[in-house]
C-alpha cells in the first residue's frame, strides 16, 4: 500500500522555524521527484516547491512566495522529503502536503500555524 | 509565471445534467517535443486530499468514472463531468506542470441544484 506520511507540523510563532518531514512507503521513494503544496483554511492549492531524484542532481526549485525561506531536501536512505521552513510568516500558515512525481501520491497534509 | 484562470468560479448543477469547468492557461502547456498538453485536472471533496482525475488534459486516470472528461490544448482546457452525481460536489483544479513554478486555477465549486 502506498502511503505519505507528514509530521511536524504545529503552532510557531513569526519568524520562527519549523521542519516538515514526509515519510513514503509503497512505492520506489528514490525514483520519484517530491513536491510540495499548500492550502490555506478555505483557500485554493499552492506549489511550494519540488526535489528531483538522484538521476537528476536532486535539483529544487521553488515559489517565489518561499524562495530564500524554505529549502526542500531528501534522504533516500530514509525514504524521506522535508521542508524546511524559515523566517515563517503569518501568510505561511496553511495545510502542507507533499506529492509523489510522477505518481502523484498526496499525503494527508500536516497543519502549520504562525502566530504570535 | 504562467497563470490559470478557472470559470466559473462556482456552479449549481442539477443531478443528472452535465456540468462544464474551463481552464485558461497565460501561455501555451502544449510542449512541441512530444505533442502532450502539461495540464491536470483535481477533484477535492470536502475535508479531503485532492484526487488526480485528469491528466495530460484528457488522460483519465485509473478508476475515474468515465463520466469526467477533458478536452482542449494550448491555453484553453475543459472539465466535462457528463451527469452529475451526488458524490461529485466538490471544488476542481486546474494545474499546470508545464513549467517551474507550477501554479493551480482557484478552483471552482460544483454544487447540486
Known amino acids: 500500500e502506498v502511503q505519505l506520511v507528514e509530521s511536524g507540523g504545529g503552532l510557531v510563532q513569526p519568524g520562527g522555524s519549523l521542519k516538515l518531514s514526509c515519510a513514503a512507503s509503497?512505492?520506489?521513494?528514490?525514483?520519484?521527484?517530491m513536491h510540495w503544496v499548500r492550502q490555506a483554511s478555505g483557500k485554493g492549492l499552492e506549489w511550494v516547491g519540488r526535489i528531483k531524484n538522484k538521476a537528476n542532481n536532486y535539483a529544487t526549485a521553488y515559489s517565489a512566495s518561499v524562495k530564500g525561506r524554505f529549502t526542500i531536501s531528501r534522504d533516500d536512505s530514509k525514504n524521506t522529503a522535508y521542508l524546511q521552513m524559515n523566517s515563517l510568516k503569518t501568510e505561511d500558515t496553511a495545510v502542507y502536503y507533499c506529492?509523489?512525481?510522477?505518481?502523484?501520491?498526496w499525503g494527508q497534509g500536516t497543519l502549520v500555524t504562525v502566530s504570535s | 509565471d504562467i497563470v490559470m484562470t478557472q470559470s466559473p468560479d462556482s456552479l449549481a448543477v442539477s443531478l443528472g445534467e452535465r456540468a462544464t469547468i474551463n481552464c485558461k492557461s497565460s501561455q501555451s502547456v502544449l510542449y512541441s517535443s512530444d505533442n502532450k498538453n502539461y495540464l491536470a485536472w483535481y477533484q477535492q471533496k470536502p475535508g479531503q486530499t485532492p484526487k488526480l482525475l485528469i491528466y495530460?488534459?484528457?488522460t483519465r486516470e485509473s478508476g475515474v468514472p468515465d463520466r469526467f472528461s477533458g478536452s482542449g490544448s494550448g491555453t484553453d482546457f475543459t472539465l466535462t463531468i457528463s451527469s452529475l452525481q451526488a458524490e461529485d460536489v466538490a471544488v476542481y483544479y486546474c494545474h499546470q506542470y508545464y513549467s517551474i513554478p507550477r501554479t493551480f486555477g482557484q478552483g471552482t465549486k460544483v454544487e447540486i441544484k
Open positions: 506529492i509523489s512525481s510522477p505518481e502523484d501520491y
Open positions: 495530460w488534459a484528457s
Open positions: 509503497g512505492f520506489t521513494f528514490s525514483d520519484s521527484a
